[in-house]
């Protein structure tokens, strides 16, 4: 049977790791001739991992499915437990990241490499920790749950309508945020060069 927060969880990865990818193209590319949309476009990608992901996405995983995961099948124990202390390192990561972005724009080239260093620990992370889930987690969940908590799992994921996965329409609180990711975010994301 197919469970809608499954699906749900899946694409948002998709849509995350697509977002992550293209961050690291523009950090590569770097700022070039256009310093004032490079730095605008990754602050705010970061604001949407922040605002999505951090704080839609991780919360129902940690409060929701891990612990049904964890008391249905105990051998993924260990994984979980590492993709909390991951969702803990992240929530606080993504803000750190923000203030390094920051203090390249503001203070200059000598700021640069701590915010390269700081970025690309924070996305190797996180690719690995959706695989992790993705290899280990999803098909204990999918093996183990009950249709009782496929239906809590299922209506609580729904909530979600990250637009960055393509199915939603955006929150109109959060439509200029998307518009401006999405005309000047290289591919997969968006439609500008970077």
Same mark, same amino acid.
């Given at each position: 049977m197919k469970h809608r927060s499954l699906e749900i969880i899946r694409d948002e990865h998709s849509s995350l790791a697509a977002m992550l990818q293209s961050m690291r193209m523009l950090v590569d590319r770097g700022p070039g001739d256009d310093p004032k949309n490079f730095f &605008?476009?990754?602050?705010?990608?970061? *604001? #949407?991992?922040? !605002? *999505? %992901? /951090?704080?839609?996405h991780h919360p129902k995983e940690t409060e929701l499915l891990f612990p049904r995961v964890a008391a249905a099948a105990p051998e993924v124990g260990v994984a979980i437990a590492r993709l909390d202390r991951d969702h803990e390192y992240t929530e606080k990561a993504v803000r750190d990241i923000q203030h390094l972005l920051m203090a390249? !724009?503001?203070?200059?080239?000598?700021?640069? $490499?701590? *915010?390269v260093d700081g970025f690309t620990?924070?996305?190797?992370? #996180?690719?690995? =920790?959706? $695989?992790?889930?993705?290899?280990?987690?999803? %098909?204990?969940? /999918?093996? =183990?749950?009950? !249709?009782? &908590?496929?239906?809590?799992?299922?209506? /609580? *994921? /729904?909530?979600?309508?990250? %637009?960055?996965?393509?199915? #939603?329409? %955006?929150d109109p609180a959060y439509e200029a945020l998307f518009t401006r990711i999405v005309m000047n975010a290289p591919a997969p994301i968006g439609l500008g060069g970077g």
């Amino acid at each position: 049977m197919k469970h809608r927060s499954l699906e749900i969880i899946r694409d948002e990865h998709s849509s995350l790791a697509a977002m992550l990818q293209s961050m690291r193209m523009l950090v590569d590319r770097g700022p070039g001739d256009d310093p004032k949309n490079f730095f &605008d476009v990754l602050r705010a990608m970061l *604001f #949407y991992i922040d !605002e *999505f %992901p /951090e704080r839609l996405h991780h919360p129902k995983e940690t409060e929701l499915l891990f612990p049904r995961v964890a008391a249905a099948a105990p051998e993924v124990g260990v994984a979980i437990a590492r993709l909390d202390r991951d969702h803990e390192y992240t929530e606080k990561a993504v803000r750190d990241i923000q203030h390094l972005l920051m203090a390249w !724009e503001y203070m200059g080239e000598s700021r640069r $490499q701590a *915010f390269v260093d700081g970025f690309t620990r924070y996305v190797n992370l #996180y690719l690995a =920790h959706m $695989q992790l889930e993705e290899q280990e987690v999803l %098909p204990a969940a /999918e093996k =183990h749950l009950t !249709e009782a &908590d496929w239906a809590l799992l299922d209506a /609580e *994921f /729904e909530k979600n309508c990250d %637009p960055l996965t393509g199915k #939603y329409k %955006p929150d109109p609180a959060y439509e200029a945020l998307f518009t401006r990711i999405v005309m000047n975010a290289p591919a997969p994301i968006g439609l500008g060069g970077g």
